[in-house]
Nanobody, 114 residues
């Protein structure tokens, strides 16, 4: 099973930006990669996914603020977070999925102050 390590979280003021990175232990060429988030007291929710052909989709709440990209040569997927809001505060998790398995990272904390 692929191991995933997230980085890039932190503390930012509302309107600011962060770039989250997820690096896999093996090649990700066969995987649909994605990001989820979980805020305190809430269920984990999908942020967006990017397929192995580069097609991306996002949750409605993203509304053009976040952008997914992947670099298969580096086994890395990026999530660019722009125009951050306090309600974006959560632990962000990277995931790698095939029809047969799903792997999760440990998460990285994003905190947005008002």
């Amino acid at each position: 099973q692929v191991q995933l390590v997230e980085s890039g979280g932190g503390f930012v003021q509302a309107g600011g930006s962060l770039r989250l990175s997820c690096t896999a232990s093996t090649s990700i060429v066969i995987y649909t990669m994605g990001w989820y988030r979980q805020a305190p007291g809430k269920e984990r929710e999908l942020v967006g996914t990017i397929t192995n052909t580069g097609d991306s989709s996002y949750a409605d709440f993203v509304k053009g603020r976040f952008t997914l990209s992947r670099d298969d040569a580096k086994n890395t997927v990026l999530l660019q977070l722009n125009s951050l809001k306090p309600e974006d505060t959560a632990v962000y998790y990277c995931t790698a999925r095939t029809p047969f398995q799903r792997s999760w990272g440990q998460g990285t904390q994003v905190t947005v102050s008002s």
